[in-house]
């Protein structure tokens, strides 16, 4: 009885032991996966914290919105008018109106929205509680047209750009909440294609025929980073389409066929797909891509079949290769600049150096480690206003020249490829020498047995530099 009980003792013992150490190396398992989940969470929470400021986005604890900023991100920030009291009926809200906006109602008369047989007033996008007006929101339009507005929303997949993400991609960038307050007000009426729907059918018309003109697009589409407007006004569609286009009846969809040249939306938003980024290869162009990747090469049969409504297949394929040979030829020239960057930053030649320069805002990592960006893998655009004078020849040769001359052959405007190269040529010969002139310098210091730091640039403090928080 007790050897039974004894060895019935020994083997739970030894059957806990085992218990315990499967547990015990079950919790050493578990350790990893617990700081996981904590540090996911602490991100989350972080982001979330981050975002809960009296601006939006990344950076919404660092700046405040001017009250204009209600009618560029309505669902953020629009705070009704109170000066007039009262719940109207569709009737008055038209009425009082045509006193006080006539022309706003007399776009409003014109409009599909007016001529439908269930006429859409006023009311129905603004409220009936002038108290309480609202300022309609794409949410707001797609609960009529939910074809439009889902295909707007899906464009998110496509990341950024795309229209649909356009005003986070603005509001999360580091300097949105550094640089002085006059151009981000800029910055939200260009990006604003992403919180409201009259940016290409304008307000209160909301007419089809006027988003399918290339003027539609050009209030955003235009000027030194994204000369869109001007390198197809400049090319042989651009030309015909000012020519003969006042002419054309535009009540007709964009499908083959119907125009003899393509506009923007044309090529941009086949079949009046409310999408702008389903096609994209090279993108905004601050970045090589590999065309013949199997998706890269998938985008541009897509882009292919659509010429090809007009062109002959083999010769539109063969204009897109140019394309890319264009592109291939700028990059050679913009990794050449990088290279000589980089040796300088190896070498501590540039001035004012990262860690001279005041961080972005809330960049924790900047301040730990700084270090000079150089190129699209270090950091976006709004990295390259406080740097020295040679990496601000960079960032215009990257940023303006380069983006220049690739809208020119991507938008068939061989003049435009032309001063484009020839730009970046004289800004890559200009860094060279700028270099050779930093490294004697060093050399002649040294030699004179000078200590002291080499002088700084004029971008170590200014309006782009100075952490502007009491101002935004
Ligand atoms: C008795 C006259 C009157 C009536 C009726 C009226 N409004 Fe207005 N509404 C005004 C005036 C005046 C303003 C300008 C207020 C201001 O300057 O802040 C205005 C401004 C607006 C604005 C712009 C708000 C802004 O923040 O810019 C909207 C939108 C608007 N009204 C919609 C409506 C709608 C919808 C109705 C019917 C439900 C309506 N109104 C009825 C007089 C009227
Ligand atoms: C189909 C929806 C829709 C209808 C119908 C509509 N509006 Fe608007 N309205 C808008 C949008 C969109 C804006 C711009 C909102 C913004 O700037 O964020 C706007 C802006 C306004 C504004 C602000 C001032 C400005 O700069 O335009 C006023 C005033 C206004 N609407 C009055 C009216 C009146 C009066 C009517 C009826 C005759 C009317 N709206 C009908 C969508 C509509
Ligand atoms: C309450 C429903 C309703 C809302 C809200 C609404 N619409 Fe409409 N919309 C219509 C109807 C109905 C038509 C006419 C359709 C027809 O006649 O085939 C129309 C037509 C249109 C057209 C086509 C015009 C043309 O020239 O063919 C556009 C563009 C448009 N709406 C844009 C908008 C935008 C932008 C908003 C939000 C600011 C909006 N709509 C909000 C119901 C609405
Ligand atoms: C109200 C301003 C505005 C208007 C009008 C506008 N866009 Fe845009 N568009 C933008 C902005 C801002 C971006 C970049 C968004 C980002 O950074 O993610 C953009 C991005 C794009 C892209 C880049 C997509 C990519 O993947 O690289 C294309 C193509 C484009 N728009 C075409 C058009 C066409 C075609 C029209 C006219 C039918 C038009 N846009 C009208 C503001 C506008
Ligand atoms: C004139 C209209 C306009 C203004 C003003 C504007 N943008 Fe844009 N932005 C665009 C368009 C259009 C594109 C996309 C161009 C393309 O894809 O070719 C774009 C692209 C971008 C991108 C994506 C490319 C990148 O650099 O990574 C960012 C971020 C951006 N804008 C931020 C800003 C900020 C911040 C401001 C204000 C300082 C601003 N934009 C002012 C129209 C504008
Ligand atoms: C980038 C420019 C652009 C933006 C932003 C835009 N649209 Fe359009 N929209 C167009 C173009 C171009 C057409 C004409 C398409 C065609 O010819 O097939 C159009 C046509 C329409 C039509 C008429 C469709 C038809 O077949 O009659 C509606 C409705 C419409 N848009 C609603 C919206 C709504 C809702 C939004 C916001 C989610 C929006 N649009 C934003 C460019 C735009
Ligand atoms: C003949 C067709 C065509 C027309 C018309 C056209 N584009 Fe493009 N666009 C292209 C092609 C092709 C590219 C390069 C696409 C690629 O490889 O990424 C491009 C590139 C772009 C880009 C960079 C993002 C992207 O999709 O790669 C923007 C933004 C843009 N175009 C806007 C416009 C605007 C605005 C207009 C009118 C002023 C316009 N385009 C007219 C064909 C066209
Ligand atoms: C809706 C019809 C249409 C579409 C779609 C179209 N084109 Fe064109 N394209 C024309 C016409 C017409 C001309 C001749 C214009 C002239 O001679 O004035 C032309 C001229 C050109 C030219 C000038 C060279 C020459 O022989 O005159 C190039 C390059 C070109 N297209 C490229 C493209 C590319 C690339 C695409 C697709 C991204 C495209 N086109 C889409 C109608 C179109």
Same mark, same amino acid.
């Given at each position: 009885?007790?050897?039974?009980?004894?060895?019935?003792?020994?083997?739970?013992?030894?059957?806990?032991?085992?218990?315990?150490?499967?547990?015990?190396?079950?919790?050493?398992?578990?350790?990893?996966?617990?700081?996981?989940?904590?540090?996911?969470?602490?991100?989350?929470?972080?982001?979330?914290?981050?975002?809960?400021?009296?601006?939006?986005?990344?950076?919404?604890?660092?700046?405040?919105?001017?009250?204009?900023?209600?009618?560029?991100?309505?669902?953020?920030?629009?705070?009704?008018?109170?000066?007039?009291?009262?719940?109207?009926?569709?009737?008055?809200?038209?009425?009082?109106?045509?006193?006080?906006?006539?022309?706003?109602?007399? /776009?409003?008369?014109?409009?599909?929205?007016?001529?439908?047989?269930?006429?859409?007033?006023?009311?129905?996008?603004?409220?009936?509680?002038?108290?309480?007006?609202?300022?309609?929101?794409?949410?707001?339009?797609?609960?009529?047209?939910?074809?439009?507005?889902?295909?707007?929303?899906?464009?998110?997949?496509?990341?950024?750009?795309?229209?649909?993400?356009?005003?986070?991609?603005?509001?999360?960038?580091?300097?949105?909440? @550094?640089?002085?307050?006059? $151009?981000?007000?800029?910055?939200?009426?260009?990006?604003?294609?992403?919180?409201?729907?009259?940016?290409?059918?304008?307000?209160?018309?909301? @007419?089809?025929?006027?988003?399918?003109?290339?003027?539609?697009?050009?209030?955003?589409?235009?000027?030194?980073?994204?000369?869109?407007?001007?390198?197809?006004?400049?090319?042989? %569609?651009?030309?015909?389409?000012?020519?003969?286009?006042?002419?054309? @009846?535009?009540?007709?969809?964009?499908?083959?066929?119907?125009?003899?040249?393509?506009?923007?939306?044309?090529?941009?938003?086949?079949?009046?797909?409310?999408?702008?980024?389903?096609?994209?290869?090279?993108?905004?162009?601050?970045? $090589?891509?590999?065309?013949?990747?199997?998706?890269?090469?998938?985008?541009?049969?897509?882009?292919?079949?659509?010429?090809?409504?007009?062109?002959?297949?083999?010769?539109?394929?063969?204009?897109?290769?140019?394309?890319?040979?264009?592109?291939?030829?700028?990059?050679?020239?913009?990794?050449?600049?990088?290279?000589?960057?980089?040796?300088?930053?190896?070498?501590?030649?540039?001035?004012?150096?990262?860690?001279?320069?005041?961080?972005?805002?809330? /960049?924790?990592?900047?301040?730990?480690?700084?270090?000079?960006?150089?190129?699209?893998? $270090?950091?976006?655009?709004?990295?390259?206003?406080?740097?020295?004078?040679?990496?601000?020849?960079?960032?215009?040769?990257?940023?303006?020249?380069?983006?220049?001359?690739?809208?020119?052959?991507?938008?068939?405007?061989?003049?435009?490829?032309?001063?484009?190269?020839?730009?970046?040529?004289?800004?890559? @010969?200009?860094?060279?020498?700028?270099?050779?002139?930093?490294?004697?310098?060093?050399?002649?210091?040294?030699?004179?047995?000078?200590?002291?730091?080499?002088?700084?640039?004029?971008?170590?403090?200014?309006?782009?530099?100075?952490?502007?928080?009491? %101002?935004?």
């Amino acid at each position: 009885m007790l050897h039974t009980s004894t060895t019935s003792a020994f083997v739970s013992r030894k059957v806990k032991n085992t218990v315990v150490k499967n547990t015990v190396v079950k919790s050493i398992l578990l350790i990893p996966l617990v700081i996981v989940l904590l540090t996911v969470s602490a991100g989350f929470a972080y982001v979330h914290w981050s975002k809960g400021g009296t601006g939006a986005g990344l950076y919404s604890r660092h700046w405040s919105p001017d009250p204009v900023q209600g009618y560029w991100d309505p669902d953020n920030f629009y705070q009704s008018t109170e000066i007039v009291k009262g719940l109207f009926k569709a009737e008055q809200c038209i009425q009082c109106h045509e006193e006080i906006t006539p022309g706003i109602v007399s /776009d409003w008369r014109a409009s599909r929205h007016a001529r439908s047989e269930e006429p859409i007033y006023c009311n129905a996008c603004h409220g009936n509680d002038h108290q309480q007006l609202r300022l309609p929101t794409p949410d707001e339009c797609g609960r009529c047209h939910a074809k439009q507005h889902g295909e707007f929303r899906d464009e998110a997949r496509h990341g950024f750009p795309s229209h649909v993400l356009a005003m986070e991609r603005a509001v999360d960038t580091k300097h949105f909440a @550094d640089k002085p307050k006059a $151009e981000l007000q800029s910055c939200v009426q260009c990006h604003s294609v992403a919180t409201k729907c009259d940016s290409c059918h304008t307000r209160h018309r909301f @007419d089809a025929a006027e988003a399918r003109r290339s003027e539609a697009c050009i209030t955003c589409h235009s000027g030194p980073p994204h000369p869109d407007g001007e390198t197809y006004f400049a090319s042989a %569609h651009g030309k015909r389409y000012l020519a003969e286009g006042s002419d054309w @009846d535009w009540s007709k969809p964009l499908t083959k066929g119907n125009y003899k040249v393509p506009t923007c939306a044309y090529c941009h938003m086949d079949g009046g797909r409310h999408q702008v980024a389903h096609k994209s290869l090279w993108k905004f162009g601050l970045r $090589e891509i590999n065309p013949h990747t199997s998706q890269n090469r998938v985008l541009r049969e897509n882009w292919i079949e659509l010429c090809s409504d007009c062109h002959d297949e083999k010769q539109a394929g063969q204009w897109l290769t140019e394309l890319d040979r264009e592109r291939k030829s700028a990059w050679r020239k913009l990794y050449a600049a990088e290279d000589i960057l980089k040796r300088l930053r190896g070498d501590n030649l540039l001035r004012p150096a990262a860690g001279e320069r005041p961080p972005y805002p809330m /960049d924790w990592l900047d301040s730990l480690w700084p270090r000079e960006r150089i190129g699209f893998f $270090e950091g976006q655009a709004s990295a390259f206003y406080n740097v020295s004078a040679i990496e601000r020849d960079y960032f215009e040769m990257w940023y303006f020249e380069n983006l220049g001359a690739y809208k020119s052959a991507a938008h068939g405007n061989q003049a435009g490829v032309e001063a484009g190269h020839r730009k970046m040529a004289a800004s890559l @010969d200009r860094i060279k020498s700028k270099s050779d002139e930093l490294r004697t310098l060093k050399k002649v210091r040294q030699k004179a047995k000078i200590k002291s730091d080499l002088p700084g640039a004029p971008w170590a403090k200014g309006a782009y530099t100075d952490y502007n928080r009491e %101002h935004n």
